[in-house]
């Protein structure tokens, strides 16, 4: 499949995905998938950074499958971890026997999440790490209130949605969650900055003295791939300790090296006191954690022979033999995930119909190395063609063409996938 990364054989949607979407549209919640005339292309295989359909045209997957292929699809360590552990011990019975290869990966995170962050609750969705931060702040803190920002995306259960910050996945389940939470702006590096940003989150905080802990993304990702100004995480930090709040950082979307750094809060030089992660954790094996500091995760009481915090899949073997096997290959190439020395021209051709959207291009933020931002215009040629838009990327090794039908109004989004 590397051999011929892309490769459109017939229609997009060919035949063969037309003739699945019948029996998806009969017996699946017609609110899980989008099915229209051009959309969407039934997945057959993916290899690396490609992705086959059912028809056999083959794609440059540019959203690594929501972040989760951090090392590439399929990567041959990460599928040769799992079929050997399944092999061996599919599934172990998560709080009650512990296996080895769980202890393993406890270690390996310890030594690869930032200092200080050694104590663990593992689970297989990120809503279940950020549902294990919650229950542990009001336990550490015995308050119940939390600091969340609009635009936030913690995942969409029940707790999750109490700080998420997306008014259509909160508004249809309104009754059924605590609207206790606390909600500000996320600071945007573009627009505004540290000093100002922690102004208003000192206003809004003045009169509250019930605050568990504050939530927040490094780099707010559903709610626009926005970058906070430099030094904000840090502000955060000084903040909470000196208010006695806890800090939380969910990095199930930047963490694993999707940033440059291991992890997005690096950038920073910042250090929460529970940090989620998740998605690109087990390659593509569900797996997720959540991890304290000792003294916030021994919060909970010892375990007298049932957990109060638990599930089925705690620690499966799979996955976290998944997750050894994706550590191991990043930590291989670590040097290659740093943007340090990669920062490269974007060199973009619009049509001359989109002229009158090159401000809100020329701004569209671009994150540095450092964790701040840029506005485009300061890294990338923009001019003005025929036909459609040209997105150029370019390193030492190779030249990656991406050319798509773009007009205005979605030319932003794209850019962010890039």
């Known amino acids: 499949m590397q051999d011929d990364l892309e490769r459109i054989v017939g229609d997009v949607p060919g035949p063969n995905t037309r003739a699945l979407t019948a ?5 699946e919640s017609r609110n899980v998938t989008y099915v229209g005339d051009d959309f969407p292309v039934f997945w057959k295989s993916a290899s690396g950074a490609t992705v086959e359909d059912v028809d056999g045209n083959r794609y440059i997957d540019l959203t690594a499958a929501f972040g989760v292929a951090a090392v590439g699809h399929s990567n041959p360590a990460v599928v040769a971890a799992i079929a050997e552990q399944a092999a061996t011990l599919m599934h172990g019975m998560g709080d009650v026997h512990p296996t080895a290869v769980r202890t393993e990966l406890l270690e390996r995170l310890s030594r690869i999440l930032p200092s200080g962050l050694t104590k663990t609750s593992l689970a297989t969705t990120g809503s279940e790490a950020v549902e294990a931060a919650l229950k542990t702040a009001v336990l550490a803190t015995g308050k119940h209130r939390f600091v969340a920002y609009n635009g936030a995306y913690h995942g969409l259960s029940l707790g999750a949605l109490e700080i998420g910050g997306i ?10 969650i605590a609207d206790v939470a606390l909600r500000l702006d996320y600071p945007d590096a573009l627009t505004t900055t540290t000093k100002a940003a922690i102004d208003a989150l000192r206003a809004a905080l003045e009169a509250h003295d019930d605050i568990a802990a504050i939530v927040i993304e490094p780099i707010q990702g559903r709610g626009g791939c926005i970058v906070p100004p430099n030094g904000y995480l840090a502000a955060l930090r000084t903040y909470c300790d000196a208010r006695g709040i806890l800090l939380v950082f969910d990095e199930i979307y930047t963490g694993f090296g999707r ?9 920073d030089h910042t250090i929460p006191d529970m940090i989620c992660i998740g998605k690109a954790m087990g390659g593509g094996f569900p797996i ?12 909970w009481p010892a ?27 990043l930590d291989q190439n670590s040097a290659k995930f740093s943007l340090a020395d990669r920062q490269v021209p974007i060199r973009v051709s619009l049509p001359e119909d989109t002229r009158r959207d090159l401000s809100t291009l020329e701004n569209l933020p671009v994150p540095t190395a450092n964790g701040g931002a840029v506005p485009l215009k300061a890294v990338a040629d923009i001019t003005f063609g025929q036909g459609p838009t040209r997105v150029r ?7 990656l063409t991406i050319v798509a039908d773009l007009n205005g109004v979605e030319l932003g989004t ?3 996938k890039i």
Not at 259 to 267: K, Q, V
Not at 308 to 326: F, I, Q, R, V
Request: charged share 15%; proline share 7%; net charge neutral.
């Open 23 to 27: 029996p998806l549209r009969a017996h």
């Open 167 to 176: 008014p259509k996945f909160t508004q249809p389940f309104a009754p059924l």
């Open 259 to 267: 940033t440059g750094n291991w992890f997005a809060c690096e950038h």
């Open 288 to 299: 997720s954690a959540m991890v304290a500091r000792a003294g916030v995760m021994d919060a």
């Open 303 to 329: 375990s007298t022979g049932e957990s109060l915090h638990t599930s089925t899949y705690l620690g499966n073997p799979m996955g976290c033999a998944a997750a050894l096997a994706t550590i191991g290959e």
């Open 393 to 399: 990327r370019y390193n030492q090794e190779r030249r």
């Open 414 to 416: 794209a850019m962010d």
